[in-house]
């Protein structure tokens, strides 16, 4: 199993954790087999002639039709965050004792992880102080100050040369958008290439081939964004996106962590091909990338590398360093650090602040944030090559929010005063805490 | 006596009057003449200055709009207006400032100049031309042609019935830039405070409207509104209307998503443009309209992009929407109206001795989502901000055309829009992609 293999630093998964995803597994997969069974499809078929030769809207149509029906009688579940959130707090070190266990009782994961302490991580990301400038201290349009007219050449100067190191320390102070789609693909190390192109176009071509079952759960995921005042306009390049990057074979050697898939008994091969079951989200994930080129093809490629280089890790239980599991842990122990009041008040009101993050941190706050926001946030996960900026914005936006938080009463309170989280953004970017 | 604000509203328009309770005003009947801040429709505005009611506004009485705005927001006034301006720039030799103002798509004043528009149309056989009522609004009675015979037979039934209503008729701008393949146009608000001396400000939370079919590139179908009109009123009767986000998309976004795709020179380039068109069609009519210093006006102004990322006006509103169809939409109009009137109050108002100075006096104002224009008052303190316009430098353009040859050369052909005209229109897209887009959610609701 990967799971019990070494990981990438050369040290033992945890057995508590190898256990627990070994359960989850077995859960994503039974209820997949379960959905498959009501849908009373097979899990991929060729589209006959007949299919293919209707009109493409037509087909669409009656896709879009029938999954509405399927979501009309629950049929159709796509995986759901809920599930994975409790397989992530029922794990348990049976090991420990109360003298063991994490000094800080209140949070919801009960292993003793190490995760990077504040003052490491204000080191290595000390251009995030303040006092440092950031190209998106202003979101606002008031027009680019000298400061940012001055980093948009440095990087476009960086790009031309190609010196990814140069371009990493450039891109630590926040990335023009009119550079981002360029700088990320250098920073995520994918060659521009015509092969890439093809590669999408391929993968479109066995969209149209072949009808997956587990497309209706994807569906559902793609058509939430046509209700998003930020992507509908989107829907079609998202849609694209999504069902070539379920079909794409090559995607499970590049995945940073395993991710979880079933064996088609048949061939033995991963099914999906990508070799992860599409998190609930997926299409969201994908949707601010639609600002970064209007070529769906670049869009993809971006994609592929942003997904398996970090966000897979987002909804990855595994004990390696930035998994789900160490990243919310890294959320408990810094909010237990910066704020202890505070995360006893909400866990003694039976909302424990991890309950309300947990949506943030799967989906790296995508459909949390406006894109403008998200896509400042993601130039980091790709400048520091790191995920921890993700948990460390949540603590940011729970200090933020301290005194109206502390007023709540009950959940649904918690829930109202962290539900529109966009006047966060630009106050808890910069690390003060 | 109650010291308190009185105002007046005609249409109780919900962001309106959530404004003036948050500001605890005292809002007054519909014929009490006694308000002080009086938020009206157009006609209400024309009834308080008209001479024979003899009603004459003190210095604290403000209203939403200057009593002869329609030399602006009438179609063939607006073209009458901006044609004779652009002429007289030729006439002083101020090209720049000519070529610059040459954002009205051709357009003629029916029946009028009937003639005139038969002789344009044999120079132009390929052009197709889009039919409007001069004064009319909310997409109502018109239509798209390309053949003359529709407009003969329309013109003979409008004789018919005896209809002496103005219409004016445009080329129809049919290389709209698309996005996710649909034509979109932009709904932008401009505050003037006064006209002589020139003071607009124009506000950030604007936004861009969708039309929910996809646009046709290939073959033009006048029948299809759908695809063609992007009024909210009309692409409201749509199958697929989502009421979720009401085909409406912010113009942060607008801007985030032009900077990606075509690049930074070109998206600053666009959004200077457009505060350019205000800038021009403002200054078109600043010497016809009575700038009474009771009086401010928010302008809705309607700018199509094309595919070269050059903006068209095509009207200006002076009573733009304020009936809101989204929680988006209802945020941003009580965000507008709140700062309008932050803007627009004088400081102490409403003490009759404090507001003798008129609108916009108070300098100190906040200016929430407004940013310059332009403002002759203070253009006295900082000399040179009156144009708002850089010219077009080709360092810019050069940036852009490189920029697309780059990404054509990395992505394949669909890339960035080089920014000559026909024939790059978007590719019909891949065989995959679908047209069906947004059914499944205006379903469900």
């Given at each position: 199993m990967h799971a019990m293999a070494l990981a990438a630093d050369g040290s033992k998964p945890l057995e508590a954790v190898a256990r627990a995803r070994e359960a989850w597994r077995t859960e994503v997969v039974r209820g997949l087999r379960e959905m498959r069974a009501k849908l009373g499809l097979p899990w991929a078929r060729l589209r006959s002639a007949a299919e293919l030769a209707e009109d493409d809207d037509d087909r669409a149509v009656a896709e879009d039709e029938r999954l509405v029906a399927l979501l009309d009688k629950g049929l159709v579940q796509p995986l759901a965050i809920n599930a994975l959130f409790r397989a992530l707090i029922r794990?348990?070190?049976?090991?420990?004792t109360a003298a063991f266990t994490r000094f800080f009782p209140l949070g919801l994961i009960s292993l003793a992880l190490a995760v990077p302490s504040r003052s490491e991580l204000r080191c290595s990301w000390d251009a995030l102080s303040l006092g440092n400038k950031c190209c998106d201290d202003s979101l606002a349009p008031d027009g680019p100050t000298e400061w940012e007219d001055a980093h948009y050449e440095a990087g476009k100067a960086l790009l031309a040369t190609g010196d990814v190191d140069a371009l990493r320390d450039w891109a630590r102070h926040g990335i023009p958008s009119s550079l981002r789609f360029d700088a990320w693909l250098a920073l995520l190390l994918v060659a521009p290439s015509h092969d890439n192109a093809l590669h999408f176009d391929a993968l479109l071509g066995e969209v149209e081939a072949w009808d997956f079952a587990i497309d209706a759960p994807l569906r559902a995921d793609i058509n939430a964004t046509a209700n998003d005042e930020h992507y509908f306009v989107f829907l079609d390049l998202i849609r694209d996106v999504a069902l070539a990057f379920v079909r794409d074979r090559t995607l499970p050697s590049l995945l940073a962590l395993p991710g979880i898939s079933l064996v088609d008994p048949s061939s033995g091969a991963a099914y999906p091909p990508c070799g992860v079951v599409p998190p609930e989200g997926l299409a969201h994930m994908i949707a601010p990338l639609a600002y970064l080129s209007s070529a769906p093809d670049g869009v993809y490629s971006v994609f592929r590398a942003l997904y398996t280089r970090h966000l897979v890790r987002l909804s990855a239980l595994a004990s390696g360093s930035e998994s789900l599991l160490t990243l919310a842990a890294a959320f408990e122990t810094w909010l237990a650090e910066l704020d202890p009041v505070l995360a006893a008040h909400c866990t003694a009101i039976g909302a424990p602040p991890l309950r309300a993050a947990f949506p943030w941190l799967v989906r790296g706050f995508s459909s949390f944030l406006p894109p403008g926001q998200l896509l400042a946030l993601w130039d980091r996960i790709v400048a520091y090559d790191s995920l921890y900026v993700v948990p460390a914005l949540a603590v940011g936006i729970f200090t933020l929010r301290a005194s109206s938080l502390l007023e709540c009463a009950s959940p649904q309170d918690v829930a109202g005063v962290l539900s529109n989280l966009s006047a966060c953004f630009s106050a808890t970017t910069r690390l003060d805490h | 006596m109650d010291s308190r604000v009185r105002c007046k509203v005609d249409h109780a328009k919900e962001v309106i009057v959530t404004n003036f309770r948050k500001r605890r005003w005292v809002i007054v009947d519909?014929?009490?003449?006694?308000?002080?801040f009086y938020w009206g429709t157009g006609s209400a505005a024309r009834n308080t200055f008209?001479?024979?009611?003899g009603f004459r506004l003190a210095d604290n009485q403000f209203i939403n709009h200057f009593p002869n705005h329609f030399e602006l927001t009438k179609k063939d006034l607006m073209v009458k207006n901006i044609k004779r301006y652009r002429k007289e720039l030729a006439k002083e030799g101020r090209m720049a400032e000519y070529e610059a103002s040459d954002f009205l798509p051709t357009t003629y004043t029916l029946p009028a100049d009937y003639h005139l528009f038969i002789e344009e149309y044999k120079r132009r056989p390929a052009t197709s031309w889009i039919v409007k009522p001069a004064g009319g609004s909310l997409g109502s009675g018109i239509f798209i042609m390309k053949k003359l015979s529709q407009l003969r037979k329309w013109k003979a039934q409008k004789q018919a019935a005896g209809s002496s209503v103005k219409w004016v008729v445009s080329q129809y701008i049919d290389n709209p830039l698309l996005i996710g393949g649909r034509k979109f146009d932009l709904r932008i608000y401009f505050l003037v405070?006064?006209?002589?001396?020139l003071r607009v400000y124009m506000h950030s939370m604007g936004f861009a409207r969708f039309c929910t079919a996809k646009y046709d590139t290939e073959v033009l179908d006048p029948e299809d509104l759908m695809q063609h009109l992007t009024n909210v009123a009309i692409q409201k009767h749509g199958d697929e209307y989502n009421s979720a986000h009401g085909g409406k998309f912010s113009l942060q976004n607008l801007r985030l998503f032009v900077e990606g795709t075509h690049g930074r020179a070109a998206a600053r380039k666009l959004f200077a443009d457009i505060k350019a068109i205000a800038f021009h069609a403002f200054s078109a009519v600043k010497n016809v309209i009575n700038s009474d210093r009771h009086c401010f006006e928010c302008y809705g102004y309607d700018v199509l992009v094309d595919d070269t990322l050059k903006p068209w006006l095509v009207e200006v509103n002076a009573s733009p929407s304020m009936s809101a169809t989204t929680q988006t939409d209802r945020t941003v109009k009580h965000t507008v109206i709140n700062d309008v009137i932050n803007m627009v109050l004088p400081a102490g108002f409403p003490d009759l001795a404090a507001c003798?100075?008129?609108?916009?006096?108070?300098?100190?104002a906040p200016m929430g989502g407004f940013e310059l224009v332009v403002d002759e008052l203070k253009d006295a303190a900082r000399p040179g901000s009156a144009s708002p316009r850089p010219p077009p430098s080709s360092a810019a353009a050069s940036t852009r055309v490189r920029r697309a040859r780059a990404r054509s050369r990395t992505r394949g052909s669909t890339a960035g829009r080089p920014s000559s005209a026909a024939g790059t229109r978007t590719p019909r897209s891949r065989p995959a992609s679908r047209t069906s887009s947004s059914r499944p959610a205006s379903r469900r609701r």
């Open positions: 794990i348990t070190n049976p090991n420990a | 519909d014929d009490d003449d006694t308000w002080h008209n001479p024979e009611i405070l006064s006209y002589r001396p003798k100075l008129g609108v916009g006096s108070n300098l100190d």
